[in-house]
């Protein structure tokens, strides 16, 4: 986990003001908070994550799986309280096999950072297991294809809240078509689920427009009042 100072300076560095929460606890530099595992490996999965890792690993039941280099199953904390949900594998993700890696993995990786948070204490995953050529955004029979794989993962990490991050993961989670400018700021209910969802901006969005890392921060915020409310 990251020192408290370490926190700040991921804070300084999306270009969100310090501030400070009364009650919030701080984790001093190699502690893990109760509830918090490292990610264990595959082979100490349990049974239904490595059955449903190997159905992923073999589907065919769109296109995509002709120009795949391999799947992109998820990665992190599977009793983690976040959930992470973007849209699809990009090139890197392709040909590395994990979520969120490259210049808008290290931009997620700050933004988890600034809220104490990183890799190890969440769940990453997408709408799409495979990535779609030229990076286009996914077409609806492959996110209907895909749907249960996500379903399945929701259902077995049960976490508190799941930050759907771009206008994809927000359209396929919510059933909704509306902008992500409309839909952040609120909480929402996913579709079937039934878990918490708050809305933001994709961080490859935030490479391009940083003007946004303030609604994102403030969207993160909302989260953990989520999650606050929850434990209270």
Known sequence: MLSERERLQYLAAIGIEVWSQ???PVFDEGEIPDGQTLVPSDRDA???WQA????????????????RSQTVFGAGNRNADWMIVGEAPGADEDRQGEPFV?????MLDEILAAAGLDRNSVYIA???KCHPPGNRNPHQTEADSCREYLNQQIAMVQPKVILAVGAVAAHQLLQSDQPVGKLRGQTHTSQPAGVNVIV???PAYLLRSPVHKRDVWQDVCLARSVIGGLQD
Do not use: F, W
Not at 52 to 67: D, P, W, Y
Not at 102 to 106: D, E, I, P
């Open 200 to 202: 933001t901006y994709h």
């Open 102 to 106: 490259g210049a808008a993995g290290k």
């Open 52 to 67: 449903l890792r190997a159905k992923v690993q073999s589907c065919r039941n769109c296109e995509l799986h002709e120009t």
């Open 126 to 128: 997408n709408i799409l």
């Open 46 to 48: 349990p049974a239904d």
């Open 22 to 24: 009364r009650n919030m």
